[in-house]
């Protein structure tokens, strides 16, 4: 199986006959407990909470995805980053990027702080400001590249050249590009994170988060932390995504076709200021994207001419793109980053790192591209 293309992989991985009857579908083994043989004596799986076969299946197909060793399954992407940051104590240090994702930076404000994590914001993209943002008690940096919702790019091997140099650990938060686009374990990162409630899953019927690496001792600790805690998804929900992995290379194609035929329709529209998008050679990483990424990923953000009314005119405005926060599903979706997913990130921290109110992100979905800028170019011009 190693010389075979990730897109057979995962095809293969999730459609292996049962061994009990052969159903060429993976069963949902929708349990709670299995039996034991004798008090003690512990198969494969004995609490679904620990294991569970469907989501076996699912974390070989994860691993498979970004080309890691191991790989480990959440109840949600939080989830999945709650567990990261538990292997943390009271008075270590975690740096992150000044426009992290707003359900990170809420974690970051309320929850890790609480635990006594020291938590700061810095430009990741900047070497220099990384190394000045270290301190004697920094144990991880969490980044994102393309970051969300600006769609700004960090050199990956140079932020974890930097890492190593300090013995700091780094969990990159790979959602926005998905494995298909940014393979990042060979550039030096030590834990990839997904929220597989987007595009592995690719269907916005799911929630489920996910962590893939290549160390064993870190595997360890992780799994541990996973079974403690306890924020694991159903069977049922890893049997949803097995199924949307079956389709994760067709859709992730379809998805960057779409989006850049967007991209370069909004560059020419009067009635957009910017268009942010890591293909397009307007983009200041467009260099950087070519060098560590194979695609560019199905995102694209705008800043409407005007200000928050001409952007709710947009937002408001299409009959294909749907007004809903998540990303990543076959269908489009459109919002606004300031008043639903960094809407408890403070307006003067917002504006000053271009969050601002005309500033609209879509999901570009796998519909026809055709009939996606035809929606927008109607929404824009009632601005």
């Known amino acids: 199986m190693n010389e075979w293309s990730l897109e057979t992989k995962v095809v293969a991985l999730g459609s292996r006959p049962d061994p009990l009857h052969g159903s060429v579908t993976v069963p949902i083994y929708q349990t709670s407990t299995f039996a034991q043989t004798a008090p003690g004596e512990f198969g494969l799986y004995d609490y679904t909470r620990t294991d569970n076969p469907t989501r076996t299946v699912l974390q070989e197909m994860l691993a498979a995805l970004e080309g890691s060793r191991f790989a480990l399954a959440y109840a949600s992407g939080m989830a999945a980053e709650d567990c990261v940051l538990s292997l943390f104590r009271p ?10 994702y707003g359900g990170t930076y809420r974690y970051l404000m309320d929850v890790a702080s609480a635990r006594g994590l020291e938590c700061s914001f810095a430009d990741l993209r900047n070497a220099e400001a990384v190394r000045a943002a270290i301190r004697p008690n920094t144990k991880l940096i969490w980044f994102e590249t393309p970051t969300n919702p600006l769609m700004s790019l960090v050199d990956i091997r140079q932020l974890t050249g930097i890492a190593k140099e300090h013995g700091i650990l780094t969990c ?16 030096g990162v030590d834990i990839i994170m997904h929220s597989g409630t987007k595009y592995i899953n690719g269907h916005s019927d799911v929630t489920l988060g996910c962590l893939m690496l290549n160390d064993e001792d870190l595997y360890g600790r992780l799994k541990h932390l996973q079974n403690a805690l306890g924020p694991t998804c159903s069977p049922f929900d890893c049997w949803l995504a097995i199924r ?7 859709r992730m194609r379809a998805h960057e076709v779409n989006s850049l035929a967007v991209a370069r329709f909004l560059e020419s529209h009067p009635n957009v200021e910017q268009v942010i998008h890591p293909g397009l050679e307007s983009h200041p990483d467009h260099e950087l994207a070519k060098r560590q990424m194979s695609g560019f990923g199905g995102m694209v953000s705008m800043r409407v001419r005007g200000g928050l009314e001409e952007a709710k005119k947009v937002l408001c405005g299409t009959k294909l793109f749907t007004l809903a926060v998540s990303l990543g599903g076959v269908e489009s979706l459109i919002e606004q980053p300031a008043t639903m997913t960094h809407f408890e990130m403070p307006k003067e921290t917002r504006e000053r790192i271009g969050i601002t109110d005309n500033f609209v992100r879509l999901s570009i979905g796998i519909e026809s591209a055709d009939d996606l800028i035809a929606d927008l170019d109607a929404a824009l011009r009632c601005v």
């Not at 008075?91 to 992290?100: R, V």
């Not at 990159?172 to 550039?187: E, H, I, R, V, Y």
């Not at 949307?244 to 067709?250: N, P």
């Open 172 to 187: 990159l938060d790979n959602t926005f590009a998905g494995s298909w686009n940014q393979q990042a374990l060979p550039l």
């Open 244 to 250: 949307g992995l079956k389709t994760y290379a067709l």
């Open 91 to 100: 008075g270590d240090h975690i740096l992150t990027s000044e426009d992290a």
